[in-house]
């Protein structure tokens, strides 16, 4: 976090209208700056709640008729909401495709930079590969295990 003062609003502003000789709204002190994912740098809220950001529901839907509401914060990235994802359905994380107003996206990527907002609705598909890597491993165990001992002719 970064403190910058700002001359401008919080000089001695007595001829200007200021209450008792304080800047705007009557504030005082340091302005207290944010850095946000997109390289923004923003004035840093105060809201009281300091441990987090606003939290949202998004509503996911699994392609098989089935909806997952989920809540996690607005600044959370597709990643994160992946792994809490993977504990509601058992979908691993790797494995899974979110899908956001048409676009598959990154697990980088933040919800609220892409816009996100709450009871959004999203799509979440299996990896086609990581459904076939599945399969293919369930085979292999399956003719593994039940793969009887071949049985001798004799002529």
Aim: proline share 3%; charged share 30%.
């Amino acid at each position: 976090m970064m403190k910058l003062r700002s001359r401008r609003l919080f000089k001695n502003s007595s001829k200007h209208g200021g209450g008792g000789g304080r800047g705007l709204g009557g504030c005082t002190g340091d302005i207290k700056w944010e850095l946000r994912p997109g390289g923004m740098l923003v004035q840093k809220r105060e809201d009281g709640n300091s441990l987090g950001g606003e939290v949202i529901r998004v509503r996911v839907s699994t392609g098989s008729s089935q909806w997952h509401d989920v809540s996690v914060e607005a600044t959370s990235t597709f990643g994160e909401l992946k792994v809490v994802l993977s504990l509601v359905t058992g979908l691993e994380a790797r494995a899974q495709r979110l899908v956001y107003k048409g676009k598959e996206r990154e697990d980088a990527d933040h919800l609220h930079m892409v816009g996100v907002r709450d009871m959004d609705k999203m799509l979440l598909l299996e990896d086609p590969a990581a459904k076939e890597r599945k399969l293919h491993a369930l085979r292999k165990n399956h003719q593994v295990m039940d793969t009887p001992p071949l049985p001798t002719i004799k002529v």
